[in-house]
T-cell receptor
Framework: KAGVTQTPRYLIKTRGQQVTLSCSPI?????VSWYQQTPGQGLQFLFE???????NKGNFPGRFSGRQFSNSRSEMNVSTLELGDSALYLC??????????????FGPGTRLTVT | GENVEQHPSTLSVQEGDSAVIKCTYS??????FPWYKQELGKRPQLIID?????GEKKDQRIAVTLNKTAKHFSLHITETQPEDSAVYFC??????????????FGRGTSLIVHP
């Protein structure tokens, strides 16, 4: 099976702009989670989508949002970009249902730089 | 929510030595504990995981132990090789009110294996 893919891989944006990142999970995986990775804060959970519904949300401001499509592909959007949003954004897919946590498989990430 | 502490932040060993990385967690309801390896510029990759109903799990040179009473789990790598050099992350998945799980990650351990 093909792994998790993310586009674009690199992105440079200016403060105040918005950005949309895309994630395609492993075929058959219905759960997609998004993470922000920075040297200062490490890996932090943003949100999880399962069957087109946001199932969980981390402690991030409302500028961070996402959605999932019927084919399980997911997008995340960051509006009104700030310098502190510069990070590696990782998505991960999982075959999880609802009864127990399952292993996650990460994509290569999108490196976002805000200037 | 959950809080995960990981130690040490940096670990330097000679090739052939063993390496041990420890994580502690705060929420006794957490029940799934994966370990990830992230090489420079690459995506995190799941290397081993353990569930709360198991005390130890091995996969060739890698093992994970879990002490639920003390709320800590450890990664053990034996006969280390230079290609084991990477950043290792632990995570603890805790249940939410909706019946799903959210992961909290440790800050990472940079393992350096000297030839």
């Amino acid at each position: 099976k093909a792994g998790v893919t993310q586009t674009p891989r690199y992105l440079i944006k200016t403060r105040g702009q918005q950005v949309t990142l895309s994630c395609s999970p492993i075929s058959g995986h219905r759960s997609v989670s998004w993470y922000q990775q920075t040297p200062g804060q490490g890996l932090q959970f943003l949100f999880e989508y399962f069957s087109e519904t946001q199932r969980n949300k981390g402690n991030f401001p409302g500028r961070f949002s996402g959605r999932q499509f019927s084919n399980s592909r997911s997008e995340m959007n960051v509006s009104t970009l700030e310098l502190g949003d510069s990070a590696l954004y990782l998505c991960a897919s999982s075959p999880t249902g609802t009864s127990a946590p399952y292993e996650q498989y990460f994509g290569p990430g999108t490196r976002l730089t805000v200037t | 929510g959950e809080n995960v502490e990981q130690h040490p932040s940096t670990l330097s060993v000679q090739e052939g030595d063993s390496a041990v990385i420890k994580c502690t967690y705060s929420d006794s309801a957490s029940n799934y504990f994966p370990w990830y390896k992230q090489e420079l510029g690459k995506r995190p990759q799941l290397i081993i995981d353990i569930r709360s109903n198991v005390g130890e799990k091995k996969d060739q040179r890698i093992a994970v132990t879990l002490n639920k009473t003390a709320k800590h789990f450890s990664l053990h790598i034996t006969e280390t090789q230079p290609e084991d050099s990477a950043v290792y992350f632990c995570a603890a998945h805790y249940p939410t009110s909706g019946g799903s799980y959210i992961p909290t990650f440790g800050r990472g351990t940079s393992l350096i294996v000297h030839p």
